[in-house]
């Protein structure tokens, strides 16, 4: 009952850029935090950045400088602004949302299908 749709992967060179958005929809109650998640092949999902209700951001060391996160709290999105894409940015990017729903409320997590983003060298 509650979907997050991703969009805005694809491929690119390196040095480039590209913005992902995703779209929180359902019976959403209260949405705490929404964030981006990516695992590359063989490697464990991480965390890419995060922001909560308040605008409070969390990235990772390793895009830190890079990649901007940003979320409309009226239209239950986020973005990821990425910028100066490197190979090792390759992955398949999940969003993620900590938000309890109308016939639960509490918090869990939901998430996406995942978006590939492909860096070339």
């Known amino acids: 009952q509650v979907q997050l749709v991703e969009s805005g992967g694809g491929l690119v060179q390196a040095g480039g850029s590209l913005r992902l958005s995703c779209a929180a929809s359902?019976?959403?109650?209260?949405?705490?935090?929404m964030g981006w998640y990516r695992q590359a092949p063989g490697k464990q999902r991480e965390l890419v950045a995060v922001?909560?209700?308040?605008?409070?951001?969390n990235y990772a060391d390793s895009v830190k400088g890079r990649f901007t996160i940003s979320r409309d709290n009226a239209k239950n999105t986020v973005l990821l602004q990425m910028n100066s894409l490197k190979p090792e940015d390759t992955a398949v990017y999940y969003c993620?949302?900590?938000?309890?729903?109308?016939?639960?409320?509490?918090?869990?997590?939901?998430w996406g299908k995942g978006t590939l983003v492909t860096v070339s060298s």
């Open positions: 922001i909560d209700s308040g605008g409070r951001t």
């Open positions: 993620n949302a900590r938000l309890s729903t109308i016939a639960t409320m509490r918090p869990s997590d939901y």
């Open positions: 359902g019976s959403i109650f209260s949405i705490y935090a």
